[in-house]
Nanobody
Framework: QEQLVESGGGLVEPGGSLTLSCATSGFTFSTMYMNWVRQAPGKGPEWISS???????RYAESVRGRFTISRDNAKNTIHLLMNSLKPEDTALYYC????????????????WGRGTQVTVSS
């Protein structure tokens, strides 16, 4: 059974920081491409960041320079360090896994967590 459990969300003031985590189980984590995706109220899912099997990362323009994705293969966990948060970052943040390189490049996902809420407000 594949499981992904996000944590670390909360309420933060603009300019603040949060670190999200995604603990996984039930699959060979080190072979998977991992992603963070968010969904703001009234909007569709927005891809935020991805990390490949050897730690190379890419980011959406909206978060580049502010967010950092990382993975810890020993703990089957990924993280998202979020700095300089803005109100427009308010969303439900999901981690998601992708099995194939082709799907990874196409921002396709094979499984999701339930999300953790991030609210940026003064």
């Amino acid at each position: 059974q594949e499981q992904l459990v996000e944590s670390g969300g909360g309420l933060v003031e603009p300019g603040g920081s949060l670190t999200l985590s995604c603990a996984t189980s039930g699959f060979t984590f080190s072979t998977m491409y991992m992603n963070w995706v968010r969904q703001a109220p009234g909007k569709g899912p927005e891809w935020i960041s991805s990390i490949d099997t050897v730690g190379n990362s890419r980011y959406a323009e909206s978060v580049r320079g502010r967010f950092t994705i990382s993975r810890d293969n020993a703990k089957n966990t990924i993280h998202l360090l979020m700095n300089s948060l803005k109100p427009e970052d308010t969303a439900l943040y999901y981690c998601a896994l992708t099995r194939s390189y082709r799907d990874f490049l196409a921002n396709k996902y094979d499984n999701w967590g339930r999300g953790t809420q991030v609210t940026v407000s003064s």
